[in-house]
């Protein structure tokens, strides 16, 4: 059985790809064009109108954003939506400097659950998966986001967020996970754990 939680775009031509990505880049720009004036300014200061982009052969003529751009727009500076029709923030860590936000409306979560849920499916995912997410539960969009993906898919899911490996491991064994959802060098460090711990044979083989 193929690994597809949207076949219909999974499994599409490079012609039908190339074609949704010329038609909605061309759209984005101009959105974009219309609802953020600091990428506009920036369009405008490198010469470059909506009617200039045609597609993805185009891209190279968009100005790039850089990190410091990001955190000079801090808060509100790239906001293509009202605020009212936006419904989370997520952010970047803020280690380097100034957080990185971003505004989610529904759209744009149903979107990011899409992606995880193929991710899951990808990987052998169903149904029947118990998913333990030991993404954080905060700013970071990946526990959020695998939570609403397992939930696509019809998983149980198991929403651990990070840290606190004794109860992450308890609940490994007790309620049976299939699917381990976090980040590889905590994978690497529940590993370590498990074998110096000798409970190797009380852990499923996990997919993720």
Not at 17 to 34: C, F, G, N, T
Not at 53 to 81: C, N, S
Not at 96 to 122: K, N, P, S
Not at 149 to 161: F, N, Y
């Amino acid at each position: 059985m193929a690994n597809y939680y949207q076949p219909e775009i999974e499994t599409a031509s490079a012609e039908q790809i190339r074609a949704w990505q010329d038609e909605r880049l061309v759209k984005q720009v101009q959105h974009v064009w219309d609802n953020v004036p600091y990428y506009r300014k920036k369009m405008e200061e490198k010469g470059v109108t909506p009617a200039d982009i045609g597609g993805v052969a185009d891209l190279h003529k968009l100005p790039f954003l850089t990190k410091d751009d990001l955190r000079e727009a801090y808060p509100y500076g790239l906001m293509g939506k009202p605020l009212a029709d936006c419904v989370r923030i997520q952010s970047t860590s803020g280690t380097t400097g100034r957080r990185v936000v971003a505004f989610y409306t529904q759209h744009d979560i149903d979107l990011w659950e899409d992606c995880c849920a193929r991710a899951i499916v990808a990987a052998g995912g169903t149904k029947e998966d118990v998913v333990h997410v030991a993404y954080g539960y905060g700013l970071f969009t990946g526990g959020a986001g695998l939570h609403g993906g397992s939930h696509k898919v019809g998983c149980l899911t198991l929403p651990m967020s990070s840290g606190n490996t004794d109860r992450q491991l308890q609940f490994m064994t007790d309620l049976g996970s299939t699917i381990l959802c976090c980040t590889p060098s905590y994978a690497a460090y529940l590993k370590e754990t498990i074998y110096e711990r000798g409970m190797r044979d009380q852990i499923n083989n996990c997919k993720v």
